[in-house]
């Protein structure tokens, strides 16, 4: 009996080192992003961007959480915008807007505390297309051994990418409203 428990145990390690050699092995970075066309001008796709309230109104993160801490911060919309955040589906953390140019470009920093610690680029890009915008959200960052072993079972493009389709899809509602 003791036998058998030894082999299970060192099959065990030696599956976790495994997957640890598999994971150092995968890039260092990350990039997710999705793209949606609106029937929407750039100028007013950017106010429901680059004003972190407005930008409450559809992003998915911040709808689903009903509940928690929530607290603006700086100026009303651009560099210097902050949105710190706490609760049990968002996690902990701060949103902040570090550059924009209008109507075109919105680049913020997501620092994530709980439930992992992350320090995230997000960029919205909106460009002129058919009568409309297309508008591109995008998110990057740097990924830590632990995340590349996570992405070895969850697609973590996969699961950010539903959310940004949301989100997108929210905004076009939105925006396209008279």
Not at 122 to 127: G, K, N, Q, S, Y
Request: hydrophobic share 45%; aromatic share 8%; charged share 25%.
């Amino acid at each position: 009996m003791l036998d058998i428990l030894l082999y299970v145990v060192m099959a065990l390690i030696a599956a976790i080192v495994v997957l640890l050699l598999v994971a150092s092995r995968r890039p260092d970075h990350f990039h997710s992003a999705r793209s949606l066309r609106m029937a929407a001008p750039p100028e007013r796709l950017f106010g429901l961007i680059e004003n972190l309230r407005e930008m409450n109104r559809w992003n998915p993160y911040a709808l689903r959480e009903t509940g928690g801490k929530a607290e603006y911060s700086g100026p009303e919309r651009g560099k210097g915008a902050r949105f710190d955040f706490a609760g049990s589906k968002s996690g902990s953390g701060y949103i902040e807007v570090l550059d924009s140019a209008a109507p075109s470009n919105v680049v913020m920093r997501l620092m994530m505390v709980k439930p992992f610690r992350a320090d995230n680029r997000i960029e919205f890009t909106v460009a002129p297309a058919g009568g409309g915008s297309d508008v591109t959200w995008a998110m990057s960052g740097r990924q830590p051994l632990l995340m590349k072993a996570m992405s070895l079972i969850i697609n973590c493009d996969k699961m950010v990418g539903r959310d940004f389709e949301e989100g997108l899809a929210n905004l076009k509602a939105i925006a396209e409203k008279p």
